[in-house]
Every structure is written in structure tokens, then in C-alpha cells.
């Protein structure tokens, strides 16, 4: 083995190495969509505690609200799971393709070149796969916002239910003066 074929095996080895970096990332994407996957799994299962809670027989404008709430969420929700499940097929999508390109680095050498071209491709699909995932969890994340938003205007129509403002003036001392 000569100096030259050394150097030739560094270089092949560091071009299978290159694409690691990226199923690294894809890994960091992958364990966060998945947590956000059980969040989501966690919340539909509290939506469907608190929907067998409520009153079959009640018509109260609470009670109505609620069920409106609980539907709404399931919607958001769904949307979010179909969106993460998208997410997460590209990313380990991805990762297959960055292995696989990490692999036909080597495969490619052993065939002088001529396959030089597979590897390249492979990375490209798997870096694309990644933008590709990474843009499905923007929408996402702008989906979970909008479905907040939704939750924060029951909240609030709640709150304006619940609370009477009673405005108490306050008594002037005898003369009609205040302190002041």
C-alpha cells in the first residue's frame, strides 16, 4: 500500500463519515418530533377523559361550551398528529438515505468511480427529506399556536362568565372631600 493509497482511503473513509453529521441532526429532530408526538397522544387522552365526564343529559351553557372546546381540540389535534406523523417518515426517511449514502461512498471506490454519482444523490434526498421534515414541523408548531389560541378564547369567555365586577364607589368622607 502506497502513500497515495493512504490518502485515498482517508478521503473515502471522511466522505462516509460527512454524512453522519446530518444523521445526528436527523436524530435530535426525530427524538423531539416523538415527544411531541406523545404530548399530543397525552392531551387527546385527557380531551377523552373530560368529554366521558361530561353530562349526557346537561344542556348548560358550561357544559355546551365544553363539548364545543373538546371537539375543537380534537381537530387541532388530529391535524397535528397527521403533521408529525408526516415529520417523522421524512426523518427517518432521511436517515436511511444518509446511511445508505454513507454506504455507496465505499461501494463507489471499489467500482473506480463509476458509481461516484449514487452517493452524491442518496445525501441530496436525505438532506431534502430533512428540510422537507423540518418545514412539516413549522406548520405544525403554527398549528399547535393556533390551537392554543382557540383554548385561550374559551378561557376567557369562562373567566368573563364566571367573574361579576361589581364596581363598589368608594364613600366620600362627610363634606364631600376625599383625601388627597
Known sequence: MTLTDVFGASEVLTAMITPAVLI?????????????????????????????GLP?????VEVVEKRALIAD???????????????????YASIGLLV?????????????????????????L???GLMIGAVVLLVEARTAVRG????IEYIRK???????????????PEGGQGEG
Open 56 to 60: 349526557d343529559e346537561s344542556a348548560t
Open 158 to 172: 369562562v373567566v368573563a362568565r364566571k367573574t361579576t365586577m361589581k364596581v363598589v364607589l368608594a364613600e366620600k
Open 24 to 52: 445526528s441532526a436527523s436524530g435530535t429532530l426525530v427524538l423531539s418530533t416523538s415527544n411531541r408526538l406523545g404530548r399530543v397522544v397525552d392531551r387527546i387522552r385527557k380531551l377523552s377523559e373530560a368529554a366521558e
Open 100 to 124: 445508505a449514502s454513507s454506504l455507496t461512498v465505499g461501494l463507489s471506490t471499489t467500482a473506480k468511480g463509476a458509481l461516484l454519482w449514487v452517493p452524491v444523490l442518496l445525501a441530496l
Open 148 to 151: 392554543s389560541f382557540h383554548e
Open 73 to 91: 381540540q380534537v381537530k387541532w389535534l388530529t391535524r397535528r398528529l397527521s403533521l408529525l406523523q408526516t415529520a417523522i417518515i421524512f426523518f
Open 126 to 128: 436525505g438532506a431534502t
